[in-house]
Nanobody
């Protein structure tokens, strides 16, 4: 299956920024959909942002205007630029690839302090 490795998580103060990366083991040019999800303690995993092969993007209402999803086909990497972070953004963030099978990364922790 496709291997996904997230990185870039960490501790940041409210109002700060982080950029998450998701390295993909195969050419992402051939992957139709890439997405970011997150899961906070005691909550369900939720969709944060999605990007299709043609570049179309969609975002959860809670992150619109603050987060930007992108993909770099040459580097086989997907990104999530997170600005104006809030404590409620604290969660484990996962990347997901939809190809012939659905693949998930192991997640990276993002903690936003108030």
């Amino acid at each position: 299956q496709v291997q996904l490795v997230e990185s870039g998580g960490g501790l940041v103060q409210s109002g700060g920024s982080l950029r998450l990366s998701c390295a993909v083991s195969t050419s992402i040019f051939s992957i139709g959909v890439l997405a970011w999800y997150r899961q906070a303690p005691g909550k369900e995993r939720e969709l944060v942002a999605v990007i299709a092969s043609g570049g179309t993007t969609n975002y959860a209402d809670s992150v619109k205007g603050r987060f930007t999803i992108s993909r770099d086909n040459a580097k086989n990497t997907m990104y999530l630029q997170m600005n104006s972070l809030k404590p409620e953004d604290t969660a484990v963030y996962y990347c997901k690839a939809v190809a012939s099978r659905v693949s998930w990364g192991q997640g990276t922790q993002v903690t936003v302090s108030s």
